[in-house]
């Protein structure tokens, strides 16, 4: 039984191809970011704890990249496109559920973008990105690598400024 439902929410294996396309998926979503932002205002606050790395002590910021890198990727998407995904998509139509499940995730962002709106579009593009390697392998798999490698192009970012 409970492999049954680990197996249903997307605990189950996936080729390192679908993880490695995601992963690409990922950082071009982050080079994508910076193209789009490079043509915009700075936003009006720091974009949540990495926009303020530089300020924290070596032992603050090596347990955030290990918090950024590990274990958000690993939550979110086990409660995002695991649980809360299928969950929705058995008692709705599988679209609706997917609409909701990326909304849920923006929303879980808010505090961390405020109101810069490319934030929130490319946030919103790691959700669907996220779900659609989800539901086309069956496996979290992709969907964690997507993110992690998201993830790891922001730290970058910060760390290169």
């Not at 949540?48 to 290990?66: H, T």
């Not at 559920?97 to 946030?123: M, N, S």
Request: proline share 6%.
């Amino acid at each position: 039984m409970v492999f049954k439902i680990v197996h249903v929410i997307g605990w189950a294996p996936a080729s390192a191809r679908a993880c490695g396309r995601a992963a690409l998926q990922g950082f071009g979503l982050v080079l994508a970011l910076a193209v789009v932002s490079a043509f915009l205002p700075a936003p009006k606050q720091g974009l949540g704890p990495l926009g303020r790395l530089d300020e924290l002590s070596w032992w603050a910021r090596a347990a955030g990249v290990v918090l950024v890198l590990v274990g958000a990727p690993l939550v979110e998407e086990l409660m995002f496109r695991g649980v809360l995904y299928t969950g929705l998509a058995r008692r709705w139509r599988p679209a609706r559920a997917a609409r909701a499940t990326t909304l849920a995730f923006v929303a879980l962002h808010v505090p961390q973008l405020g109101g810069y709106w490319p934030g929130w579009l490319f946030i919103g593009l790691v959700g669907a990105l996220a779900l659609r390697a989800r539901v086309a392998t069956g496996s979290l798999l992709p969907a964690i690598a997507l993110h992690i490698a998201y993830n790891l192009g922001l730290v970058l970012a910060a760390a290169a400024r």
